[in-house]
């Protein structure tokens, strides 16, 4: 499991965020693109009021989805030709006009910036919010805190629960077992939940329970028991003329969110331990008989092309699936989860925390495909 912050430092940045959030809501007519050396959007009041903010790479794109200017075009119009992308951003703005919501928070450095450019049916459900209604539930002598961060796009906690174990079987045809020498014999799983939440539309709410193996720390994350709530609500205009853009406020949906955050408390119990638990584990079993029996690299192809793994990575967990010596859907997945500790980015080591849990639900045809390749 990769390293983040430590939980005091993941409040602390998360409380620095939140009061330093300051949400808008405005028609595209009230907005104007600018690249004055970085791409800006300038919020028009009907007063001549202006307020103008630099856009993250996330807001750029957003901007792109919803002038349905493709991701990639985006990203070379901001490189190359920053003014093009204002002037197409613009043109859409002005006859294609939508309502939307306009984040902003500012950096360590008190800089201002917009982070985020949804729809105007966005529900904010926030991490400073979610902390305070989770916390106590993990905030246990049974529970550890492995690893937590908070990044551009999402918040994390995953936890683990130290009362409930399982010895994994041995591998009967493995005679010499050391232990740290890979995925072969004896390993104790403890059941673990990840935690989080997108303040900026990259993702809902989420609590999605998982393995954590104990003598290499290696996550598995498994969606298909993930609980999940969107961040969809009413429309946040009240009526307001569409040439002008307010601050946004929440206050009217605290009461609903309170409902939310009291259902995620339920789920973080429910899910630690338990049936949840039994599921996984025999997945977790079924998944040594589960063996790779053509070529190991093409096998390694075929799950990078399914996957969307890019060379650096098929590299990197081929060495470990090697050093593990375990060639099965259970060495696959293991091989993946302990490669994502390698990955700097907080983000995609916890997307092939998820990876690691696919493989092993694969359906029996799409494993065979990796299986048998030659």
């Keep these: 499991m990769k390293q983040g912050k430590s939980i005091n430092d993941l409040v602390r940045e998360v409380k620095r965020q939140s009061d330093s959030k300051v949400d808008y809501t405005a028609n595209t007519r009230a907005l104007d693109a600018d690249a ?28 792109g989805d ?6 990639k075009y985006v990203d070379r119009m901001v490189k190359d030709s920053p003014d093009l992308f204002a002037t197409n951003v613009n043109h859409w703005f002005q006859n ?21 450019f949804l729809s105007n049916r966005y529900r904010p459900l926030d991490n400073f919010d979610m902390l305070d209604a989770v916390l106590p539930h993990i905030n246990k ?4 805190i492995e690893s937590c961060d908070v990044t551009e796009s999402k918040m994390y906690i995953k936890a683990v629960d130290n009362n409930v174990s399982f010895e994994m079987p041995r591998d009967p045809n493995l005679k010499d077992y050391k232990w740290g020498q890979g995925h072969h014999a004896v390993d104790v799983v403890k059941p673990a939940i990840t935690l989080g939440n997108s303040e900026v539309g990259l993702s809902s709410v989420f609590c999605i329970p ?17 609980i999940r709530k969107y961040h969809v609500g009413r429309d946040t205009r009240g009526g307001e003329e569409y040439d002008h853009y307010g601050i946004y406020s929440d206050k009217s949906n605290r009461l609903s969110d309170a409902a939310v955050w009291s259902k995620m408390a339920d789920l973080v119990n429910a899910s630690l331990g338990g049936k949840v638990f039994d599921i996984i584990v025999e997945k977790l079993k079924a998944s040594r008989e589960r063996e790779i029996t053509g070529s190991v690299e093409k096998a390694m192809d075929c799950f990078a092309e399914k996957f969307k793994v890019n060379v650096e990575e098929r590299s990197g967990i081929l060495t470990h699936l090697i050093k593990g010596g375990n060639l099965s859907a259970y060495g ?4 993946v989860t302990r490669f994502s500790q390698d990955v700097p980015d907080y983000d995609r080591a916890s997307e092939l925390e998820q990876t690691g849990a696919d493989v092993i639900e694969l359906p029996k045809n799409d494993w065979q495909a990796i299986a048998v390749a030659v």
């Design 332 to 335: 696959l997945h293991s091989a």
């Design 96 to 116: 294609e006009p939508k309502d939307q919501m306009v984040r902003t928070i500012e950096d360590p450095n008190n800089q201002r910036y917009v982070r985020a």
């Design 141 to 144: 002598e049974n529970i550890t």
């Design 210 to 226: 998982g393995i954590w193996t104990q003598e290499c720390t290696n996550l598995a994350t498994f969606k298909s028991n993930a």
């Design 36 to 63: 004055n050396g970085v791409v800006c959007l300038t919020l028009k009041g009907r007063d001549g009021h202006t307020d103008r903010f630099p856009l993250s790479k996330i807001a750029l794109r957003q901007v």
């Design 66 to 71: 919803r002038t349905g200017i493709p991701a």
